[in-house]
């Protein structure tokens, strides 16, 4: 779950997400934060507890519209302030609007952002092919459908559901899109809540993993698998579940 923007009605997500063992991640603009219909800063670092918080600039301005300097800015500031906000070291961000270009690409690692994410959906349960331009699965107005497929669509193959969209959507009314509104959410909830072939986690978390899976290095006969990273790997052998614990190797027979 990514939701953007600091809405006031992240309390009732949270509180949602919470009930039903949801991990989510909150992507906040700092320069919103005090004002009216948005979160205030004091409650940042106990209402998002469990969950991540990552960047979405401070203004949410167009980046692609600004020059370098202003887009260092607009990330750079919002980092700081949600890292002192929230005690903890912020290393995403999602791109305002969804839009991004290579310059902005390029200057990422040098302001601490390690995965940006998009508001490309896929329609699918990939893992991220660039970190920098990171797709998710869907807006939550197709989550029930796509939450179903995923749930039925159980494989060996690591699969993510990554689901997206603005708390204050589901305060929406005279409206007749059924995903604006509580109970749609609440569904969802219900729907992905206590599966034991799925792992709940935040972005960031999902991030660390998919690194180590790309460090991971196999012999030349294909029967040991090192795990050079700080994450824990899993791998199902044979129909059984196997840990790689960081820096250690599994010999597969």
Request: with cysteine; charged share 20%.
């Given at each position: 779950m990514s939701y953007d923007d600091g809405s006031e009605h992240d309390r009732r997500l949270v509180e949602m997400f919470?009930?039903?063992e949801i991990k989510g991640t909150f992507n906040l603009n700092s320069g919103k934060l005090n004002q009216p219909h948005h979160i205030a800063m004091q409650e940042v670092q106990d209402l998002y507890r469990g969950h991540e918080v990552a960047c979405h600039t401070v203004n949410h301005p167009d980046l692609t519209h600004l020059s370098i300097a202003d887009i260092r800015r607009e990330i750079e500031q919002d980092r700081a302030v949600l890292e002192a906000l929230t005690g903890q070291a912020v290393r995403g961000l999602a791109y305002p609007f969804g839009t991004y270009d290579e310059r902005i690409v390029q200057l990422l690692p040098e302001l601490g952002i390690e995965y940006a994410r998009t508001a490309s959906s896929t329609q699918d349960f990939r893992l991220p092919e660039t970190l920098a331009a990171w797709q998710p699965t869907t807006h939550h107005q197709n989550a029930w459908a796509l939450g179903e497929q995923f749930l039925q669509s159980m494989s060996s193959q690591l699969q993510v559901l990554?689901?997206?969209?603005h708390s204050y959507e589901l305060d929406g009314f005279m409206t007749g899109d059924a995903s604006k509104n509580w109970q749609f959410m609440e569904s969802v909830c219900q729907l992905l809540h206590g599966q034991d072939a799925v792992h709940y986690t935040t972005?960031?978390?999902?991030m660390d993993y998919v690194v180590a899976l790309r460090w991971a290095t196999w012999s030349s006969s294909n029967r040991q698998l090192r795990n050079p990273s700080r994450s824990s790997l899993w791998l199902d052998w044979r129909g059984h579940l196997m840990e790689i614990p960081p820096g250690q190797a599994a010999v597969l027979v």
């Amino acid at each position: 779950m990514s939701y953007d923007d600091g809405s006031e009605h992240d309390r009732r997500l949270v509180e949602m997400f919470n009930r039903w063992e949801i991990k989510g991640t909150f992507n906040l603009n700092s320069g919103k934060l005090n004002q009216p219909h948005h979160i205030a800063m004091q409650e940042v670092q106990d209402l998002y507890r469990g969950h991540e918080v990552a960047c979405h600039t401070v203004n949410h301005p167009d980046l692609t519209h600004l020059s370098i300097a202003d887009i260092r800015r607009e990330i750079e500031q919002d980092r700081a302030v949600l890292e002192a906000l929230t005690g903890q070291a912020v290393r995403g961000l999602a791109y305002p609007f969804g839009t991004y270009d290579e310059r902005i690409v390029q200057l990422l690692p040098e302001l601490g952002i390690e995965y940006a994410r998009t508001a490309s959906s896929t329609q699918d349960f990939r893992l991220p092919e660039t970190l920098a331009a990171w797709q998710p699965t869907t807006h939550h107005q197709n989550a029930w459908a796509l939450g179903e497929q995923f749930l039925q669509s159980m494989s060996s193959q690591l699969q993510v559901l990554s689901i997206w969209g603005h708390s204050y959507e589901l305060d929406g009314f005279m409206t007749g899109d059924a995903s604006k509104n509580w109970q749609f959410m609440e569904s969802v909830c219900q729907l992905l809540h206590g599966q034991d072939a799925v792992h709940y986690t935040t972005t960031i978390d999902l991030m660390d993993y998919v690194v180590a899976l790309r460090w991971a290095t196999w012999s030349s006969s294909n029967r040991q698998l090192r795990n050079p990273s700080r994450s824990s790997l899993w791998l199902d052998w044979r129909g059984h579940l196997m840990e790689i614990p960081p820096g250690q190797a599994a010999v597969l027979v």
